[in-house]
């Protein structure tokens, strides 16, 4: 079936953006209040129950909240800059969205759509560009106010997220040398099998790196400043951190841009790792098209539906257990981040993107066809790999708690008085 | 000598990191799924009050509506915090009444000597409490107030029954 084209298109592409806008809204909305509930529930509480039913209009009234409330900015504040980072903190997550595939093409009596907003052929460059911009909207917020903690917070935001960046760029990495291209579609496509057309994995992500989607769920927790990386906030330390200055629906924008991060995050990971909206052991979802407007499979709008349905549970999934994470956990310690962002995670990206681009070269130069079996082979190496690397993090060789460098440091002071009085 | 620093050695094993976090995300599972929550949907569910819970006061009245206090000043004498303020008075009959009886419920705090005491069985506590005011003055209870409150009134002690105490 033709691709939709002309005016057709315009609007096709306006209604989408609309659409999924809003649907990302909703869903920040419903993980304000899913977030709660999870929290009441994991400290044997119910959460919010009172407003409506189940609590669900909880979401209404805090909204409301946010509004009425009195908006208040600090006489010292820069205030273009104080206006301008809510915005900059709710942008790239939103702006995000748009090149996620969220389900299998729709055929309409005008032509095919393709359920993603914008189908950027860097699609994955871009969402490395934008989700980096990120750390502007804190870096900002923390200057502008003009006052101490939120200076802090931007600080330790901006060194944060700056260093987890690498992580979460290095852990895509092994993605683009086994999917072999940019495109978000084609990596949702690599992650299915066909019958026919190009050779595809058949096998999602995370089976043949496993060890790549442990490090991109760490980096994404740190990137959306969630705990246990959430020290820009960190409320027991810097009162609230950035955002500590703003007040009403400045601070709303924060909030949400927080939540609208997680959900971004998670439908990456999804796409990235979890086979985007493939539905598992099921061949009728896998439509593909292909550079020359060539459709393998067959679309219909309930298959759009079915897969759009298993991109929500994957991406919830992930949300829920980001919000399992955060209250599990507690905080990092700032050198410990440090330590796990720069002497961990770099040098073991380094070294497993060097052993999977050996793994890949090897397997293709032993003549092993793309498919399952390749998947299985990168798994079995991945999981080596990701038990050494669990050993030896879980050892506290590596990142280790303050005990063993006191008692160095104990250890050296006492021998330097030794020496002294026996020098004396 | 080098300065007394305490050093606590802990177990690499205790200082690890997966392992503690496995746990600990397997912990919270364990709560997550928990179906019964101990949380009392107060407003909606309430307490079981004990028929001896000490909790604001009622006035016990005749079947014509009269208040059976007869101004003995008892109570305002054991009451250990002063907040009942007595004005008795005497009627044409001269049997002896309360002009003035109000209990300051704020200032109360609910020994239950002035029913323990009462040698008409006219005061009494009650088995209640929700008594929030917008403001102090509606703290200080009138008679016509205490005549008017109809929740169950505070058992006394019962020497004989064991299980009561």
């Known amino acids: 079936m033709e691709a939709i084209s002309g005016t057709a298109f315009v609007v096709a592409t306006a209604l989408k953006a609309v659409v999924f806008f809003l649907m990302l809204l909703i869903g920040v909305a419903l993980s304000t209040y899913v977030e709660r509930k999870v929290a009441g529930f994991i400290q044997d509480r119910s959460g919010p129950n009172r407003v409506g039913p189940l ?25 273009k800059f104080f206006l301008l980072a809510p915005v900059l903190s709710l942008f790239p997550a939103t702006v995000l969205f748009g090149v996620i595939p969220l389900g299998s093409p729709l055929p309409t009596p005008w032509g095919r759509i393709d359920m993603i907003v914008a189908d950027v052929p860097i699609g994955f460059l871009y969402v490395l560009a934008i989700a980096s911009l990120g750390v502007y909207g804190i870096v900002m917020a923390g200057w502008s106010s003009n006052s101490k903690y ?9 060194a944060q997220m700056i260093s987890y960046e ?21 990596l949702v496509a690599m992650q299915q099998s066909y019958s026919e057309g190009p050779a595809t994995y058949g096998a999602w992500f995370v089976i043949p790196l496993l060890l790549s989607a442990f490090f991109l769920l760490v980096s994404g927790l740190a990137e959306t400043n969630r705990v246990p990386f959430d ?3 960190a409320e027991g330390e810097l009162v609230g951190g950035y955002h500590t200055e703003y007040s009403s629906m400045k601070f709303g924008m924060f909030f949400l841009g927080e939540y609208a991060h997680l959900i971004t995050t998670g439908a990456l990971i999804s796409v990235f790792f979890l086979g985007g909206w493939d539905i598992p052991f099921w061949n009728g979802d896998n439509i593909r098209v292909l550079a020359d407007g060539t459709v393998i499979g067959d679309p219909a709008w309930w298959k759009t539906l079915l897969t759009f349905a298993a991109f929500v549970a994957k991406t919830s999934f992930l949300v829920f257990f980001f919000m399992w994470i955060r209250w599990t956990i507690p905080r990092f310690r700032y050198d410990q981040l440090m330590d796990l962002g720069w002497k961990v995670f770099l040098p073991s990206l380094m070294a497993y993107i060097m052993i999977i681009a050996v793994a890949v070269y090897s397997l293709d130069v032993a003549g092993v066809p793309l498919g399952v079996g390749y998947a299985a082979a990168l798994f079995g190496l991945n999981l080596i790999l990701l038990l050494l690397f669990l050993y030896v993090l879980d050892r506290g060789r590596l990142v280790r708690g303050a005990t063993a460098r006191t008692r160095v440091a104990v250890g050296q ?4 008085l030794e020496g002294d009085e026996h020098a004396g | 000598m080098p300065g007394e620093v305490k050093v606590m050695h802990r177990p690499e094993a205790d200082a690890s990191y997966v392992r503690a976090i496995t746990k600990g995300l397997g912990v919270t599972l364990k709560h997550f799924m928990r179906p019964d929550k101990p949380t009392q949907q107060y407003p909606d569910e309430k307490w079981e009050l004990a028929p001896r819970m000490r909790g604001t006061h009622r006035m016990a009245v005749h079947e014509d509506g009269r208040a059976k206090c007869v101004g003995c000043g008892l109570c305002p004498t054991v009451c250990p915090v002063n907040c009942i303020k007595l004005v008795p008075a005497e009627d044409e009959n001269g049997e002896r009444y309360a002009a003035v009886y109000e209990i300051d419920e704020f200032r109360c705090i ?4 002035c029913q323990e005491v009462c040698p008409v069985e006219a005061i009494h506590l009650g088995v209640h409490y929700e008594n929030a005011e917008y403001s102090r003055e509606r703290w200080v209870y009138d008679l016509e107030r205490l005549c008017e409150l109809d929740h169950p009134v505070t058992a006394l002690w019962d020497p004989a029954d064991r299980a009561s105490e």
């Open chain 2, 110 to 113: 609910f020994c239950g000597y």
């Open chain 1, 150 to 158: 939120s200076f802090l917070g931007g600080l330790r935001g901006s």
């Open chain 1, 413 to 416: 002071a006492a021998r330097a």
């Open chain 1, 55 to 79: 609590g669900l209009l909880q979401v209404v009234a805090d909204g409301l909240k946010f509004i009425l409330k009195e908006e208040v900015e600090p006489g010292a504040a820069h205030r």
């Open chain 1, 166 to 186: 690498i992580g979460l760029a290095m852990s895509l990495v092994p993605v683009l040398m086994l999917a072999g291209n940019v495109e978000m579609p084609v």
């Open chain 1, 231 to 233: 020290l820009p906030e």
